[in-house]
């Protein structure tokens, strides 16, 4: 059975650090496109950093580059997304997702998303 399961969201003061876990369970992440995404209250859904070919290829939205840095551990077989100099507008669910087609057939999932608050 497929299961991504997000973790290590929380409250934090701007300026601080984050790391975001997603365990999977089913399948083997370096053989997927993987992404963290958030949603902010009122705001559409947004890539935030995305991985692939086992990490050689990573791509960050503008917003949080340079802050930012998105990581797997295949022996844990997770990904990471370790944050950096919050800002209060870093204020979302994140949402772990992964991504391939294997010919015709397009494989999609879902984390169940992890609230991240950075507050004063």
């Known amino acids: 059975q497929v299961r991504l399961v997000e973790s290590g969201g929380g409250l934090v003061q701007p300026g601080g650090s984050l790391t975001l876990s997603c365990a999977a369970s089913g399948f083997t992440v370096s053989t997927y496109l993987m992404t963290w ?11 935030v950093a995305s991985i692939s070919g086992a990490g050689a290829s990573t791509n960050y939205a503008d917003s949080v580059k340079d802050r930012f840095t998105i990581s797997g551990d295949n022996d844990k077989n997770t990904l990471y997304l370790h944050m950096n100099s919050l800002k209060p507008e870093d204020t979302a669910v ?11 057939t397009k494989f999609d999932y879902w984390g169940q998303g992890t609230q991240v608050t950075v507050s004063a």
């Not at 994140?94 to 015709?104: E, S, V």
Request: net charge positive.
């Open 37 to 47: 995404y958030r949603r902010a209250p009122g705001k559409e859904r947004e890539l």
């Open 94 to 104: 994140y949402y772990c997702n992964a991504y391939r087609y294997r010919g015709f």
